[in-house]
């Protein structure tokens, strides 16, 4: 049951979600198993500075405390590398960082029985309807792919689902992220909690300390 933050006025929020991208290293696994994200990412893109090998992303799972789901990042991808990496890794679901169509979803379908989150580069409004009508079971919204810079957020307005939020986010500004109307069911951070190109122990623990007892003010 997912856990609900009580707000006054007899209302509740569902606390949001926390997604850390981008592992390569036991030791980040290490402070994963002691922070409890809800989600962590695997990049399998080959241009990817956080590109991971499916074998050696398989042997980090292998690692994973039970209970925090992996996620396969790939971006154009053929159907049977996604299949791939999904068995090999042990993935628990599958996010498409590329050109993907409804038509690929579809076709991956008939590959993989994972949940697959979509990602979209949010600059215009008609970027967030392209969103909302996706066939994936989640979207992910992000300004540019893998750029780590926030975007306009009074974009997401028209979104109405379930939706992951990347880009720019830190320890220092993920409330502002977390007041967004509607809010993110997700939040995905990646190099946000780095420092020397590796995930930082006390960035990650901010942050999802941060987001776990962050409490939106009612107005």
């Known amino acids: 049951m997912a856990l ?3 707000l006054s006025g007899g209302t509740f929020c569902e606390m949001a979600k926390v997604k850390i991208s981008g592992l390569t290293h036991e030791v980040e696994i290490g402070i994963m198993n002691e922070l409890v994200p809800d989600y962590v990412g695997f990049a399998f893109s080959t241009r990817s500075r956080h590109f991971i090998a499916p074998e050696h992303a398989g042997y980090l799972r292998s690692k994973l405390r039970r209970g925090i789901k992996s996620v396969g ?13 999904v068995e090999v890794a042990g993935l628990d679901m599958v996010q498409l960082h ?13 590959y993989i029985r994972c949940p697959i989150i979509k990602a979209f580069r949010v600059t215009k409004p008609m970027d967030a309807e392209k969103a909302r009508y996706s066939t994936a079971d989640y979207v992910l919204l992000d300004g540019k792919a893998g750029g780590g810079q926030s975007f306009d957020w009074s974009l997401l307005g028209a979104v109405r689902r379930k939706y992951f939020l990347a880009g720019g986010l830190t320890p220092e500004n993920f409330h502002k992220a977390l007041e967004i109307t509607p809010p993110p069911y997700a939040l995905d951070v990646n190099t946000g909690v780095e420092a020397n190109r590796m995930k930082d122990y006390r960035k990650v623990m901010k942050f999802i300390l941060g987001v776990k007892s962050f409490k939106k003010q009612q107005i």
């Open 98 to 110: 590329g050109d993907e169509t409804a038509e690929y979803i579809a076709s991956l379908r008939e």
């Open 73 to 85: 990042i790939f971006a154009n991808e053929s159907l049977r590398n996604v299949a791939l990496c």
């Open 4 to 6: 609900l933050l009580f």
